[in-house]
């Protein structure tokens, strides 16, 4: 653990149970993987209460870790197709069907993970778990930067929604 921040490593990632989860994957010494650790590195000091923020790196079996009975779970990582390069989807998992079409960068992928967790701890599954899965076939730098600002925007949206909706005090400097 960082300080008192909301960071985790995977020693201590299930000692708090934050509401929220915002789980970053990547690899940063691939470029086509590295977008989910590009996030991590823009907001992991962005939201001060009701948000764990945690990099699970290359590891995605280290998402296992994260899995604390949530509200709500976000899992941010790289995909590869013929998608327009920079695309975002944004998928709710089925655990019955873990490819969805889509080819992780990892051998094994959070998907595929969800999927496991699932099998070994239903009962620890987040409420709500939403990938947001960005292609990375053909990216640039630029465009990079682009959907880093997307998700970073759809991340402060969602997150206000949901503290609204629960009657959190939400205001800009009690989030962010």
């Known amino acids: 653990m960082v300080g008192k921040s909301n960071l985790r490593d995977s020693k ?10 915002v789980v ?8 086509r993987d590295c977008v989910g650790l ?3 590195e823009k907001i992991k000091l962005r939201y001060k209460r009701f948000v764990g923020v945690f990099n699970i790196g290359c590891i995605p079996l280290a998402l296992l870790d994260c899995i604390n009975r949530q509200k709500i779970m976000f899992i941010i990582d ?3 197709s013929n998608d327009k390069p920079g695309s975002l989807k944004i998928l709710k998992p089925d655990y019955f069907l873990s490819s969805h079409g889509i080819t992780s960068t990892h051998q094994t992928g959070p998907l595929e993970t ?4 699932n099998l070994l701890y239903p009962e ?4 709500d778990i939403r990938l947001l899965l960005i292609n990375t076939q ?10 880093c600002r997307r998700v970073i925007t759809l991340l402060d949206s969602e997150i ?11 205001s800009l400097e009690g989030i962010k």
């Open 138 to 147: 053909g990216i640039t730098e630029i465009m990079e930067d682009q959907v």
């Open 38 to 40: 590009r996030v991590y």
């Open 124 to 127: 620890r599954l987040p409420g």
């Open 78 to 80: 790289a995909y590869i």
């Open 24 to 31: 970053c994957a990547g690899n940063k010494n691939v470029y």
């Open 12 to 21: 201590t990632m299930n000692t708090v149970n934050y509401p929220i989860a």
């Open 114 to 117: 969800l999927c496991v967790a």
């Open 160 to 170: 206000e929604s949901w503290c609204i909706k629960n009657k959190r005090n939400y």
